[in-house]
């Protein structure tokens, strides 16, 4: 199992998919990794938007109200993992733990992650899924924040106030 996290959400319009992004907390070459987008719903979107923020409504929502029934079961999550994939369609599972023990429920992987980011629980996903799911995503090179503010000062030294003059 490797260890992920949300590298970020692309929300779209209600009858578009939106994108969930998720990155392995691995270590990779430099400025190189690899991501997993995850195809959802408008819903879904919103949900994990507002757990990614921890927002919490005045009235309990769907997944506030299912983590609210876990805690009064005296459960918690203990993890998600994603589990496989069949064409685009991923699979999940929502690992709860309740008095030492380990009860896995079948999930999706939306669902199970906006679920386990409100309880800042762990998620992961199988290695053979991420070889299988995921594409490589290359950083840009991080400029060296010394040599940035050099240029920059060379810049503003070349500045003069006729600079600003509309032609």
Known sequence: MIPMH??????????????????PDENSPEGISRVVPIWIGSTEAAQLGFALRHVRLPRPLTHDLFLDAITSLDASIDHVVITETKGSTFF???????????????????DAIALALRQDAPFYIDEGVLERSSFPYIFKEKKDDEASLAEFKEFLETLSPEDFLKE
Do not use: K, N, Y
Not at 97 to 109: E, F, N, S, T, Y
């Open 6 to 23: 949300v590298l970020t959400l692309i929300v779209t319009e209600p009858t578009q998919p939106s994108i969930l992004v998720l990155m």
């Open 92 to 110: 999940a599972q929502l690992v709860l733990r309740q008095a030492g023990r380990l009860i896995p429920l079948d999930a999706r992987p939306s």
